[in-house]
């Protein structure tokens, strides 16, 4: 998995765990995309800084993750749910395989 | 929901964030069912530190999930798996029907 992805994943998880201050950098750089550079600026903090406070923000969500596994539990259920979807084949049009494509739409939108 | 059935929930999700000593005495009460009584005798710990102590732990498990919502997430999705599940009416004869019947029958073993 991409390691942007990874930390987005994480960070949905298990950002709530970390202090407001760091979800404020930490959603910038991952969520919003933006440099260490213009982090430092908008934060008041060195370049360094902002790189060390990702690094540890990183090292505390997989902490948790290390310890919980729940996004390995998500994304082994989503995997699934994928194969559901594939099984349905798109069908909208009959009855139990309908509705069965909807709700599997409806998980993986929610994933 | 029965108040056992949450605190398992809730310990099979966040009980790896709890001290050793902590998930000793609430794995006695709420998963092996042992009486306070027993399990003051068994830890060497007063009666009322074991309800103290279990008291402790529910608050810092719904604490979490309070915080991080997974538990709410994982069950609005096994909701969902059980419907596929019924839709499947059980069917384990057909192509893609018997599949998804397999898949969400797996998916709610691990949940």
Redesign the interface.
């Known amino acids: 998995m991409e390691k942007k992805v990874m930390q987005t994943y994480l960070y949905d998880?298990?950002g709530?765990?970390l202090t407001e201050h760091q979800r404020g950098v930490y959603e910038d750089f991952v969520l919003n995309d933006l440099s260490l550079s213009e982090i430092a600026q908008e934060a008041g903090i060195s370049r360094q800084g902002v790189h060390d406070l990702v690094r540890r923000c990183d090292k505390v969500l997989e902490g948790y993750e290390e310890?919980?596994h729940?996004l390995e539990?998500?994304l082994?259920?989503k995997e699934?749910?994928a194969?559901?979807q594939a099984?349905?084949?798109g069908c909208r049009a009959d009855g139990?395989?309908a509705?069965?494509a909807a709700?599997?739409n409806?998980?993986l939108e929610?994933?």
């Open positions: 998880f298990y709530e765990l310890r919980l729940l539990r998500f082994k259920i699934k749910i194969r559901i099984l349905t084949g139990a395989m509705e069965i709700i599997s409806e998980i929610e994933l």
